[in-house]
């Protein structure tokens, strides 16, 4: 089992910046890669940026140049460095654990970027 917790989201300006944080706990070592998704209301969640055990990261068109992705093994922390926010990044971010057999979720940080 691992557990997820997401913290960091609020609301911001457009222009502004945010860091996610997801502090995962329990059986991490089974986690061959982490990610970020978000969903908007009406929409499906969508994958955001992921990092693979070896440090290998991929982001959506979306994000790339103004999002980073980033994990500490030390304490088991996943980030998501989001500058140069706009109106289209509000939505509601899950981390997510992927041990290649089953994904795992948190609940949730809500980001509101006004314009």
């Known amino acids: 089992q691992v557990q997820l917790v997401e913290s960091g989201g609020g609301s911001v300006q457009s222009g502004g910046s945010l860091r996610l944080s997801c502090a995962a706990s329990?059986?991490?070592?089974?986690?061959?890669?982490l990610a970020w998704y978000r969903q908007s209301p009406g929409k499906e969640r969508a994958l955001v940026a992921s990092i693979t055990i070896s440090g290998r990261t991929t982001y959506a068109d979306s994000v790339k140049g103004r999002f980073t992705i980033s994990r500490d093994y030390n304490t088991n922390t996943l980030y998501l460095q989001m500058n140069s926010l706009i109106p289209d990044d509000t939505a509601t971010y899950f981390c997510?654990?992927?041990?290649?057999?089953?994904?795992?979720w948190g609940r949730g940080t809500q980001v509101v970027v006004s314009s």
């Open positions: 997510n654990g992927d041990t290649g057999v089953y994904m795992y």
């Open positions: 329990g059986s991490t070592i089974s986690l061959d890669k």
